[in-house]
């Protein structure tokens, strides 16, 4: 074909015609596309940044988890990122109302599926913020799971028992339930309960102990040491031993001041009874004198 026929008027003409219709499109979509990279490139700086600020101001706070500023700075990204995508969804002319809705419906439908997980990362959150326990606390929960944290995570909690067993315990069955912390307070009261004779003197007794309490230099002297009657036990008068202690020095001294009260007790000739029976045989005789377990308290399961 020569090329004059190919760059004819008429041809041109044409060309001219059709790039004059055209040219309103491309400068609508062009500006569209211009805005929706601008955009694009905008919120994805802005997802950063955002994640940054939370984190900085997260871990301003003393008392607020280190991973609860990358839980929040992570969720306030895609949630940033996620408004970036529908706009720029919008500026090509896709109805993001529906796409809305339908990402609206994933979700609920997602979250029954996982909606024990979601709970339990809810409670990890709320575990973080509130802090009712920190590692190496001693602490009961879950209703009568006992032991020293180890690990706090969004979704479980790891604790060691006193026999070193590891426990993960899920984040709700904590949250939901009563919390006993043994370490959060900075002291702590110790109960000693000990039964003497009816015959022996209850003055003697309580002075004695109260003597051993403060003999005890890990024993605070205030609160002050008491020692009342707490109780007239059917073979004993039962005396209570009350003494304040810092946290750490719990478990020593109760163990200490247990020894320590009974070989008190035994110099001062004070008796701690105990119930004890006899068996006869059917003519009379005496058979034999058995004792049976004593009725003092018994005791606590030790924890740290």
């Known amino acids: 074909m020569p090329l004059a026929d190919i760059f004819s008027s008429d041809k041109m003409q044409l060309i001219n015609e059709r790039l004059d219709a055209l040219w309103p499109l491309l400068m609508a979509y062009g500006v569209n596309l211009v805005s929706a990279i601008a955009i694009l490139i905008f919120g994805i700086w802005f997802a950063a940044r955002s994640r940054k600020w939370v984190r900085a101001v997260v871990n301003r706070v003393p008392h607020l988890d280190s991973s609860l500023a990358g839980f929040f700075g992570n969720l306030l990204r895609y949630l940033v990122l996620l408004i970036t995508a529908l706009a720029v969804l919008g500026k090509f002319g896709i109805d993001t109302t529906s796409l809305i809705a339908v990402i609206g419906a994933a979700g609920l439908a997602i979250g029954l599926a996982l909606q024990g997980t979601l709970s339990n990362v809810a409670a990890g959150v709320m575990l973080l913020i509130f802090r009712p ?74 002075d004695a102990l109260l003597a051993e309490a403060d003999a005890d230099q890990s024993v605070l002297s205030e609160p002050a040491p008491m020692a009342v009657v707490n109780l007239l036990d059917a073979s004993s008068v039962q005396i209570l031993l009350r003494v304040w202690t810092a946290t750490p020095d719990y478990w020593p001294v109760r163990f200490a001041l247990n020894r320590r009260v009974k070989e008190r007790l035994d110099e001062e000739g004070i008796t701690i009874p105990y119930p004890t029976s006899t068996q006869y045989t059917f003519d009379g005789r005496r058979l034999t004198d058995r004792t049976q377990a004593t009725d003092q308290p018994k005791p606590e399961t030790p924890k740290p």
């Open 133 to 206: 326990f920190k590692t190496n606390d001693y602490v009961e929960v879950a209703g009568n799971l006992a032991g020293t944290i180890r690990t706090l995570s969004l979704f479980s909690t790891e604790l060691v028992t006193v026999d070193n067993l590891s426990l993960i315990v899920p984040n709700n069955a904590i949250w939901s339930q009563p919390i006993k912390n043994f370490n959060r307070q900075a002291t702590r009261r110790l109960d000693v309960l000990v039964g003497i004779s009816y015959e022996d003197n209850i003055g003697q007794a309580i």
